[in-house]
């Protein structure tokens, strides 16, 4: 055999293994999923929140999701077996209902956690607060006077500028 092809040989068995090696390294024998302990809180309560099956050393952003609010907690990192868990404490505002854990890497995977409001909460749902009325701002006389000046000074700095570059300009052509 040439040196050519023994060479293209060998990096083609490079190349298989460098692509093969994430697969082997990930412990498939289970699988990937999350879990929440307990599976029904307080709001303010802390849960344990549990990865197995995943990718080896890898991050994964967490968030709780419920209607009209997401809550992101800090990143959890898997170890060598591809596990990870974290201690969160749920936001003690959160009113009753059915929430789901995200854990998103090179996939989401999801686990449901029921909450009950705090005492002095309110147990309904969160309302939508964008479709709250928008007051308009009302604006002093001195504020709009520094806003007109502001904006004057702007302008003629603008005009200066083009004045100038103008300038520049013929004094550089032939």
Known sequence: M?????????????????LTL??????????????????????????????????????????????????????????????????????????SGTYTFQAIGDETLTTDLTVTAAAGQAASEPKNEAAAAVTARSRSGLELGIIAVLLVVAIGLGLVLVARAERVGRTLQP
């Open 22 to 95: 994430p697969v082997l390294g990930h412990s498939g024998g289970e699988a990937s999923g999350i879990s929440v302990e307990p599976a029904q809180v307080t709001a303010g309560a802390t849960v344990i929140l549990a990865g197995n099956g995943l990718e080896p050393d890898s991050d994964r952003l967490i968030n709780l999701v419920g209607p009209d609010v997401v809550v992101p907690f800090p990143t959890a990192t898997t170890d060598t077996d591809g596990m990870f868990n974290v201690t969160l404490m749920i936001p003690a505002h959160l009113p």
């Open 2 to 18: 040439s040196s050519r092809l023994l060479r293209a040989a060998a990096a083609s068995v490079a190349l298989f293994f460098a």
